[in-house]
């Protein structure tokens, strides 16, 4: 029993794309340019030459943000979209009826149609892979050559998880809507 | 069993059945569901490849029909409910054809959304098994099927002319469809990430359009019941008085249009405003909506103060398409603004509006679905009676 999240170091990002190969690589998502559990947001260098704006050219990793108020899980109407034991929002194929509410619901665009199991499907933080397994990394985070993304247990005040978001300052995106992401954007 | 003992239905010969008087809107209807049985064919090969359908816009032209035909169905319910519900006098006399309308409509919506949905079978088993409560889509499906089981329980008691018990399912039936029909606006209402979709717009507005939907659908029945000869007293009289509440319901949704387009602009908010001017340079928006689905009949209705019934069927059919055009743009503006904001960073306008183009199998099954509802239309006239009432005060 946990509650996991992840802190990102997004400042760290180069734009590698590893992670998007190796959650591809390690959860078998297909290929195509619309079924991604990852993505890197590339913001262009705004500006003129020669009065280029290098701050403004920025990376920004994402996945699904494990709402811990979750609004695709509020819409589904078969609990398809549930809260696992550790808090990780999981989509169950067996009950997904592709009614596509939940992918108009997120505020993230976190999701999209798998067609192995014409369901929906999302970041699970490799619940059913590495941490079926017994591991204790996500494949995009043990990938990352900057080390981006930092995985763990945020109800274990010794996580590392936990220390550094007691550390450093950080954000979550679209506050706002009240679906309070575990996903944290270190500043 | 007899059949008859429960719903009295004209005995005929399938050959009698089979042969319309209008070979005309015969052919229409058997083209247009060959239409619906193609693309429903090119789907069950390729899935929602054969659509049109993209990630960030997971909703497209079937979602629209759907919705164009339940709001069709609960819109011929309130129409229908004037005379054999509310005991109006005047409208009774087109309360047994409305219902039975509103009957097929939503059995259309219905063949359409089991292609749109992945899964139906396993809609059905699971909204049993583990419904999901905060679901706006869960209320919507539950109530639409218990609303479709009353308005066939009403329509059997109206045709067996048990006028009490068909007020009883009536009225059952009326505020679940209602009920029903405001949780299909608050599937969009309920979205809190779509500034455009979010709030009490929606939910109301399908209310609204619903009524006005009944209105030029009963002027379209009866328009084509009684084409080229003249109404008979007792519909005509029905058909003026609904002219008349077309006018003021017109003038009601011009009014909430004219508002949710100025508070979406008002302060240039991003996402709304942009979203909302950018519905405002569509030709959808004016020449759809505004101008068939309103301004047109709004006009003639004002022009005759509510007395050209004749030409009204025709303005009901213009309505119609404007109505087409609602229910298109509303589930296309919900999602033009990209949720993937984040892909570029917050708060940054995107490069781009979301683009959706329905896919021809898309248009296959959406226009098919009308050939559906003509047909299941057409057995109902031959089938049963649906215009004598008897007088029961
Ligand atoms: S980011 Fe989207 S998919 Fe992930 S939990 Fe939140 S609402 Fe659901
Ligand atoms: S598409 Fe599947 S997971 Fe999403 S809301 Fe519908 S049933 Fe639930
Ligand atoms: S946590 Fe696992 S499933 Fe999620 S994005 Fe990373 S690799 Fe993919």
Partial sequence: ?187 | MDLQKIIPYRKMSLKELLIPENKFMAFVAVALTALFLIGVGIYLVHGHHAYGVTRQHPWGLLIAVYIFFVVSSTGLCIVGSFGDVFGFKDYMSVSKRAIFGSIVTILAGFAVIAFEIGHPVRMMIYNVLSPGLTSAIWWMGTLYGIYLTFMIIEFIFLVRNDMKRAKVAGLIGLLVGLAAHSNLGGVFGFLNARVVANGVFYPTYFILTAFITGIYLIFLMYGYKYRGQDFPSDIAKALTNFMKIQGLLLAILMFFETWKMLTGVYGGMPERADVIMHILHTKSFWLGEVLCGMVIPFVLILATKGSAIKKMVWASFIGMIGIFYMRYDLVHDAQLFPMQTLKIREYQLPPSFVEYFPSSTEIMIGIGGVGICLILYYLGTKLFDLDTMPEHH
């Fill in chain 1, 1 to 187: 029993m946990a509650r996991y999240g992840m802190a990102l170091d997004y400042k760290n990002c180069i734009n590698c794309k590893a992670c998007e190969v190796a959650c591809k690589e390690e959860n078998g998502i297909l290929l195509g340019a619309d079924k991604h559990r990852i993505w890197v947001g590339v913001k262009e260098i705004e500006g003129e030459f020669p009065l280029l704006s290098i701050a403004s050219n920025t990376f920004m990793p994402s996945q699904c943000q494990q709402c811990d108020n979750a609004p695709c899980q509020e819409v589904c109407p078969t609990h398809a979209t549930y809260y696992d034991e550790n808090g990780v929002v999981r989509v169950d194929p067996d009950k997904c009826i592709l009614c596509s509410y939940c992918m108009n619901a997120c505020p993230y665009d976190a999701r999209y149609v798998d067609d192995r199991t014409v369901t929906v499907d999302k970041c699970n933080f490799c619940s059913d892979t590495r941490l079926a397994r017994g591991e204790t990394t996500t494949a995009c985070q043990a990938t990352c050559p900057t080390k981006v993304r930092i995985f763990g247990d945020l109800d274990d005040p010794e996580s590392e998880l936990s220390q550094v978001l007691r550390e450093r300052e950080h954000f979550t995106l679209k506050t706002h809507l009240g679906t309070e992401p575990k996903l944290f954007y270190l500043i």
